[in-house]
Every structure is written in structure tokens, then in C-alpha cells.
């Protein structure tokens, strides 16, 4: 329902422009969401999309401008005047600012701030002195402060003076007068309380914040705990020095689980949307680790080739490979994707390794022995093999079941104990193990049970 409605926004949008009622299109613009508007301004053509934003109603530019992509984004940007630039630039949240400047290209950042406002040029050189991925690199410096000696009535009229210029006034923070935090006050307290009230006096002062250089994903952890709207972040004395917003949270979340997924995939993180990537850019994204698993396969080559009499003796093994390395590679697959999500949500942590593995291997036991049973059956009935084959391939497909769910579930978590990502450990790099792992144990069980 709400795609037929985004639609249908757009094609009003579009005709509108067509048929140049600007006047109109500018009326129903305000009546728009500002995410509305960017997304039917993304399917538009670049003359279309830099026509309709100069359209736009300059008190809603710069919202509608930080909901588009970063490519839209740039082509708006470098097609502006310098000083219509900066103006864009001024009006937008630091935080947003920050995520514009960092992919632009650093003559275009160097010429946008000459033109910004002192205070702008201030508050992004901040932010940019914090490490990629940290909280102080995506926190926003427009939040709503309050001395411990303020009444309701000053803050209020704070609020009243400034809140427009605030990323949010639902949570206002209380300083001291060498601004550390020391507590956080509700709009709606200042709101239901008396005028003449101190702030020090009503403010809640166990305040739960973040540090300027905690990581992005222990920031959402962080979120998801408290459920917080917004969040302070503060330095090495605890002074507060911006907040986060949930708003920026979902956007980590988002960019946290693709980055996970791609590398689960055998894929290097892309920060494009697919329609956006080139061909060439894409190939360069996956080559690395194709390359790299096809070399690590010629392993099992080597296995096959070393076992030749064994498969040339019982040709009918041969029919069963596929299998053994498929079933392994799919239970290795699936306990590593359950650790990594555990790992990444702070479910699980090395401690629990021992936990971990006698789960796993309890599981494995079980799977292994309903799939050998039931291919035990397949193998006498339908394909008439000895008793001797069907137990070969049997006990093969238990034994690689509790190996690859052992390997599953351990390379994980040493990965993240010595530093390396989880998500790299994933199904395509176990797999691979597990292939090879899988096909000593089928020709060392052929060899001691057929004799061959």
C-alpha cells in the first residue's frame, strides 16, 4: 500500500513538472513529506531532479535534500552556485553535513566551507577530527543544553529562541559550568512543572551516554537496550560534545547488516545501492575472494586425485561427492550464520565457546543421525547399493555433519577473539573447509570398511 502511494506521489510530481505548473507543484510540495518528495526525486532525470529542487520552497530544501542519495546529493551540490551551496550546507543537521562532505571530492569540500557560516565550518572540522564508524563521526552537535541554575521559564524560552535549530528538544541535557553532563531533563517535565522551578533541582542525573570513540555497533547495541530516542555523547572528561540520534541508529543498522550479508556472500563491502554500481566496480567487489575460494578448492582436487584407485575400484562412490560436500557445506553454513548473528547482536561471547561447541555438536549428532538414517533407506531401496556402500556413505555424511557444525560454530568466534570479523568466517570460507574435510573422511571410512 505505501509503495502504490510513493507511486502515485511521484507520477503527481512528475506530471506537474511536465506540464510546468511550478506554482502548483510548489503549493503541493509543502503539503509533502519531506522523504516523500526525495524519493520521487530520485527516479526523475538530473535536469528534472536540479529543476525541482530549485522548485522547492527554501524552508524545506535542505530536510528533502538529506533524505537523497549521496549521488543525487553531489549532482545538486556541484551544480549550485557557491553560495546556494553553502546555504544548503548551513541549514543542514552537522551530522548530515558530515556524511555529504566525506564522499565528496576534497576541492569541492575545500570551496563549500569556504562559503559556509563560521559556526558550520566549526561543527563539521569537529566532527571530522573522530575516527570512521566511531560515535563522535556520526553524532550532530545541534542539541538543547541547559545550566543546573536555569528555571523552567529560562529554559523554556531557550527552547522557544533556539529549538528550531535542534535535532531534538524531547531531551534536554544539563551542564555545569565546566559543561560535563550531570543530567537530562523532559520536555514534558519542563512543560507540567512551575515556571520558578531550578532545573538542577527536577533534573534526572543518572544519564546513561556514549563515548566519543565507541564504535558505531556498540552504539546501536546501546540503543536497542535502552530504547532511547537520542543519546548523549561525551569526551574523555565527560563533557557532553554532541547526541545521537535513532534516526542515525537506523541508518547503522542498515549499513552494519548489508556489510554483514556482503561478506557472509564472499563479497567487499559496497556503500553503493546496486542499480548505482558499475559493472566494472562490482567485478572488483567480488573477484577478490572468487579468486581466492577457487584457489583454496583446488584442494579438494588434490584430495580426489590422491583417492583414484579408491574411486576407480567403487566407481559408484563417485555418485555420492556432491551430496557429502553439499549437506556438510550447508550444516557448516548454517551454525556459523547463527554464531556470527549471535556474536553481532552480544548474545554469545568467546567465554562461551565450550557452551557453544556442546551445543553444536549435540545438534550435529542428531541432524546426522535422522539424514544418515533416512539415506540409508534411499541408498538399500531406491538405488541398490550394498549394505557396505550405504553404510560408507552413511557413516561419512554423520561424521561430516558433526564436523562441519564444529567448524561452523568455532571459526567464528576465534575469528573475533584475535581481532578479524566474524562475517569473513562465513559460508563460503567454511564451506570450503568443510569440502575438504568431508571428502578424507568419505575415502578414509571407503578405504577401512571396502578394503580398497
Aim: proline letters at 3%.
Amino acid at each position: 500500500m505505501e509503495m502504490i502511494q510513493e507511486e502515485r506521489t511521484g507520477q503527481e510530481i512528475k506530471q506537474l513538472l511536465d506540464e510546468k505548473q511550478y506554482t502548483r507543484l510548489r503549493q503541493r510540495a509543502a503539503e509533502l513529506n519531506d522523504a516523500d518528495i526525495a524519493a520521487a526525486m530520485e527516479e526523475m532525470e538530473e535536469k528534472d531532479l536540479l529543476k525541482m529542487f530549485r522548485i522547492l520552497p527554501k524552508s524545506m530544501a535542505a530536510d528533502v535534500f538529506s533524505y537523497l542519495e549521496v549521488e543525487s546529493q553531489q549532482f545538486i551540490i556541484t551544480s549550485l552556485s557557491e553560495r546556494d551551496a553553502a546555504d544548503i550546507i548551513d541549514n543542514l543537521m552537522s551530522d548530515d553535513a558530515v556524511d555529504l562532505l566525506e564522499e565528496m571530492p576534497a576541492n569541492v569540500v575545500k570551496k563549500l566551507l569556504a562559503g559556509a557560516s563560521p559556526d558550520t565550518r566549526r561543527d563539521i572540522n569537529h566532527l571530522l577530527r573522530y575516527p570512521e564508524d566511531s560515535a563522535g563521526s556520526i553524532m550532530t552537535v545541534e542539541f538543547m543544553d541547559f545550566k543546573e541554575d536555569y528555571t523552567v521559564a529560562d529554559a523554556i524560552a531557550k527552547i522557544r529562541k533556539t529549538g528550531m535549530d535542534s535535532e531534538t528538544i524531547n531531551i534536554c541535557y544539563v551542564l555545569d559550568k565546566k559543561r560535563t553532563l550531570v543530567g537530562t531533563v523532559a520536555l514534558r517535565y519542563l512543560l507540567l512543572s512551575e515556571p520558578d522551578a531550578i532545573i538542577g533541582e527536577m533534573m534526572h542525573e543518572n544519564v546513561i551516554s556514549l563515548h566519543t570513540l565507541m564504535d558505531q555497533e556498540e552504539v546501536a547495541r546501546q540503543f536497542k537496550k535502552y530504547d532511547f530516542t537520542s543519546m548523549p555523547v561525551v569526551d574523555n572528561e565527560n563533557r557532553l560534545v554532541g547526541i545521537i540520534t535513532v534516526d542515525d541508529i537506523m541508518d547503522i543498522m542498515e549499513e552494519e547488516a548489508t556489510e554483514d550479508i556482503e561478506k557472509m556472500a564472499a563479497i567487499v563491502p559496497s556503500d553503493k545501492p546496486y542499480m548505482k554500481t558499475g559493472v566494472f566496480e562490482t567485478w572488483k567487489k567480488r573477484m577478490p575472494w572468487l579468486l581466492l575460494l577457487m584457489i583454496s578448492a583446488t584442494f579438494t582436487g588434490r584430495i580426489i586425485t590422491t583417492f583414484e584407485g579408491a574411486l576407480s575400484a567403487y566407481v559408484v562412490l563417485t555418485a555420492y561427492i556432491p551430496m557429502l560436500m553439499d549437506t556438510g557445506g550447508n550444516a557448516g553454513g548454517q551454525a556459523s550464520v547463527t554464531i556470527i548473528r549471535s556474536i553481532s547482536l552480544n548474545d554469545i561471547a568467546f567465554p562461551d565457546l565450550p557452551k557453544v561447541v556442546w551445543k553444536e555438536l549435540r545438534v550435529a549428532l542428531i541432524c546426522g543421525f535422522t539424514l544418515a538414517a533416512a539415506n540409508f533407506c534411499k541408498l538399500l531401496w531406491f538405488d541398490r547399493v550394498s549394505m557396505m556402500v550405504a553404510a560408507v556413505v552413511c557413516l561419512t555424511l554423520l561424521v561430516t555433519l558433526v564436523a562441519a557444525k564444529f567448524i561452523g560454530c568455532v571459526l567464528p568466534m576465534l575469528a573475533k577473539k584475535i581481532g578479524f570479523d566474524p562475517a569473513v568466517m562465513a559460508s563460503p570460507f567454511i564451506t570450503t573447509i568443510v569440502d575438504a574435510v568431508s571428502l578424507l573422511t568419505y575415502f578414509q571410512i571407503a578405504t577401512a570398511l571396502l578394503g580398497i
